[in-house]
T-cell receptor, first 112, second 110 residues
Framework: SQQGEEDPQALSIQEGENATMNCSYKTSINNLQWYRQNSGRGLVHLILIRSNEREKHSGRLRVTLDTSKKSSSLLITASRAADTASYFCATDANNAGNMLTFGGGTRLMVKP | NAGVTQTPKFRVLKTGQSMTLLCAQDMNHEYMYWYRQDPGMGLRLIHYSVGEGTTAKGEVPDGYNVSRLKKQNFLLGLESAAPSQTSVYFC?????????FGSGTRLTVV
């Protein structure tokens, strides 16, 4: 079963617009991570937010975490065509093996 | 400094054949993982290892075996391939800051 569920499953926007993706999860977590996957490639780590953090920024990325609602959001500001990819949230439920459980992903298309 | 390297990148197997996927990392990470990704879905954990000589089952371990004889290598074996194992396989290793993934192995079982 998947811990994280992304919403929406697919998102299409124009270059320059902001893109917001949401992730919900079921159990308590140690941290939540966001990954990006270009078509046919491996996943690339974007950002990690710990359970005691509420917001984190990295360049054009802004991640929020609401542990009371068991949800997170990823905001990409001023999107570019090169941001076109699938974005996955993954939760670390504080298990001994640091295993991550991934959601189904949001497919983002940024039109030039 | 290659990070995580997976071989092979592509493979076609006939039902019942066996094969081994190799994952190598040069970052001295303790933890390594094998995931599979099916079309339009997220990743599901097959097996993982928290150190040399140790392995453990993940969410979908049936039909797979693994070995971690050396810290830098994590092998995934399919003893008797089935069409349901057609997937893209990703290896990853980690520090507490996040995973580093390989570029994947696309496996088709016919």
């Amino acid at each position: 079963s998947q811990q994280g569920e992304e919403d929406p499953q697919a998102l299409s926007i124009q270059e320059g617009e902001n893109a917001t993706m949401n992730c919900s999860y079921k159990t308590s977590i140690n941290n939540l991570q966001w990954y990006r996957q270009n078509s046919g490639r491996g996943l690339v780590h974007l950002i990690l937010i710990r359970s005691n953090e509420r917001e984190k920024h990295s360049g054009r990325l802004r991640v929020t975490l609401d542990t009371s609602k068991k949800s997170s959001s990823l905001l990409i500001t001023a999107s570019r065509a090169a941001d076109t990819a699938s974005y996955f949230c993954a939760t670390d439920a504080n298990n001994a093996g640091n295993m991550l459980t991934f959601g189904g992903g949001t497919r983002l298309m940024v039109k030039p | 400094n290659a990070g995580v390297t997976q071989t092979p990148k592509f493979r076609v197997l006939k039902t019942g054949q066996s094969m081994t996927l190799l994952c190598a990392q040069d970052m001295n990470h303790e933890y390594m993982y094998w995931y599979r990704q099916d079309p339009g879905m997220g990743l599901r954990l097959i097996h993982y290892s928290v150190g040399e000589g140790t392995t453990a089952k993940g969410e979908v371990p049936d039909g797979y075996n693994v070995s971690r004889l050396k810290k830098q290598n994590f092998l995934l074996g399919l003893e008797s391939a089935a069409p349901s194992q057609t997937s893209v396989y990703f290896c990853a290793s980690t520090t507490p800051g996040g995973y580093t993934f390989g570029s994947g192995t696309r496996l088709t079982v016919v």
